[in-house]
């Protein structure tokens, strides 16, 4: 009776997620079986006669609390962002993390944490109440099995044993080893460590040996005289909330007043929605339908380093410095961190990135790549600009009726206001970059910028963060900028701004930037290329038009 109360109980319990739709069927299933037979070895331990310590029931408690924060942190996943635990934008954001994203992280989504977080609490104390819980028919009925039974249950350990032996048979399947909630993280961190480890080994290897690679080897610059790319990558962009895209909010201004001078590309998407995962395709040969072959084929650092530029990697992403990407960043001549704050939150604005910037730009070296990897605006958005870029708060405009009328929360519409902000402050550096380029009237310089991927920022529904089921995600801004003097003929602006594109492609466009040619560079491939042809293009599994 007790045992059944027990596992009824957990059941209820997983029906709720499940109606809820906060666990889809098969993360049911294997909490549903891993569950009761956690219930049932531990109980076959505990229980005697039809009794239980205190000790026994806490420690019932403590397993099933165990399953429910994993069950409540995979609602969450799923309830907020759509995801599985094991999708890679999960695994990464979970281990390519510091203190301070993460702090951020919880800040920005603080609501939908609590929300899970009590119901995870609700239920442990349902459960609670089930095991302390004496219907008054169970015992008039206990009292007088237990004599009966009491021999028998007392000497026979042997249940338990079978189930203890049973719960370990059932960890020798990898799939259900990790769902146990002791292992849930240890066993991803350790799966996570071994592929940045496999990453890193391999891209050592290629950067190394240049022999070993003649397509390496076959790169070279076939371009004349001295030049400089500065790489301007961004973050969580998405090109609607963008006034140079015919956002209704002016959040673009500077760049608007460069005018024709600014290459405007209106049909680009990224590919992945994912910071780790789209840089890598983004920054080498890997793409799309071949993600794996950043592992094996040198980045374009690697490329342009070997073919006689100096390269540069300025960071105002303090997890650059040891996370996924710090393979990238690691392989230019100069690698800067510019943040300053432990913490992504302590308010390390992208102005940090300016004077390194002047520093790459006045070093003698004829040829240079320079990459500037910005905060712009991650998640969460009100610390990326300072006070006088808070011009949208509360701001009485059609953005704000737009929002109301289509019945968007306060918070969904604040979120809006602290993202357009961050845009708002993006456009005055992005500007202030181009305006150090300017400067330097004697170099060669092309200014390139995209941001890794979109944002949904309550564009469909009170949804705020990273959605990889919407097109915000993907569509995104593709700006050009180069001096007077920078040896590259382009197509007619009227023909070049409207060519679809997809970011995995970009490492071409930046290598034909910098005049780098060989069997890396394909330049139908290049969106600035005059032999550009368009590739199909897709979003998950689905074609983009
Ligand atoms: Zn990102």
Redesign the pocket.
Known sequence: MLLFTRILGWFLILTLYWAMEWLNFVQVLKSAFLGVLSILTLSSWTLRDGRESRTGRFLNLLVVFSFLAICGFNSFLRDVFGVAQDDLIVVEALFNTNGGEASEFILQNIWPLAKHLTVVILAAIFYWFLLVWRPSLFRMSSGTLAADSRAKVRTTRIPAVVLTLLLLLVHLNPTMRKEDPLLYFPIRHAKWERYVERARVLQEKITDSVSTDSSLSSMSYEGSGPRTVVFSLG??ITRLNWSLYGYLRTTTPELESLGPRLVRFTDVITTLG???G??RLIMGPATRAHPDLYMTTPDIVTIARRTGYKTFWITNHSTDMTGALSIIANHADVTVNVNRGGSRGEGSYDEVILPELEKALDDPAPRKLVILHLLQA?PAYYFRYPKPFALFNNADDEVTRALKSEGRSLRARKMRDYYDNAILYSDHILKATIDLCDARKEQNIAWLYI???GEDVAHYSNFVG?NTRVPAMFEIPLLLWMSDRFPLDLPENEILEDRPYQTDLMDQTILGLMGIEGDYYDPARDILSPEFKPSPRFIGQKPYH
């Open positions: 973050e969580s994912s910071t780790v789209d840089i991650h941001p890794d991927h990273h």
